[in-house]
């Protein structure tokens, strides 16, 4: 379901596959081929939300922002870029993630965080805010640590992920889901 605020409508690419049971509310910017599952609710109302392309967010995630202030000019928007892997039931509230990236079921990270491309986020991990996930590494626990560098399959799973979501959006999308 797509909702406009303050006359603002989710703007979604070609392609993109959004299940009917989710909600998308206001300043969303969704780009080519990715994909919103059940239960998704994201909230663009207290700034803005962008999605790169082919990136999927699972069954139950909860995306949301914070409102600029005299502290803090920007506020903090949420930004995901190409390729990420946003697993079932994850928070993520103004912050940052990069491309090739996949965040573990029930994860949550919180504001202001960067996370590097190509990075795994385990499950369950808590990501306080304000921290940088660096590139190339497996981050676990909570809060979370550096855990150790992720192996070459690692890595190319991570495109491999996405991938695999691009080819299962597209198959909902010829079923008329
Ligand atoms: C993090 C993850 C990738 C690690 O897998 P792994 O290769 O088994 O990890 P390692 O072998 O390096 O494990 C190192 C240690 O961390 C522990 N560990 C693994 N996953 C963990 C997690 N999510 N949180 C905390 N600790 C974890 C292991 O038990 C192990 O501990 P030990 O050394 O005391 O036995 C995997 O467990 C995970 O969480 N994947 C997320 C999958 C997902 O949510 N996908 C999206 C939905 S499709």
Not at 41 to 69: C, P
Not at 107 to 129: F, Q, R, S, Y
């Amino acid at each position: 379901m797509l909702r406009s605020y303050k006359g603002i409508t989710p703007k979604l690419a070609e392609g993109v596959y959004v299940d009917e049971s989710s909600i998308l509310v206001g300043d969303i910017n969704i780009g080519k081929d990715s994909s919103i599952w059940p239960l998704v609710a994201a909230r663009g109302d207290v700034n803005y939300i962008k999605i790169g392309e082919r990136t999927n967010v699972q069954d139950g995630s909860v995306l949301h922002l914070t409102r600029a202030s005299e502290s803090n000019p920007k506020g903090y928007p949420l930004i995901i870029g190409d390729d990420v892997t946003i697993g079932h039931k994850v928070m993520l509230h103004g912050c940052t993630l990069g491309n090739r990236i996949l965040v573990g079921m029930g994860a949550i990270v919180m504001d202001n965080v960067t996370v590097e491309d190509d990075v795994i986020i385990g499950g369950g991990a808590l990501i306080p805010p304000n921290k940088t996930l660096e590139s190339g590494h497996l981050y676990v626990g909570s809060p979370a640590k550096k855990s150790r560098p992720l192996s070459a399959d690692e890595l190319a799973f991570l495109k491999v992920s996405a991938q695999n979501y691009v080819q299962l959006k597209d198959e909902y999308l010829e079923e008329g889901q």
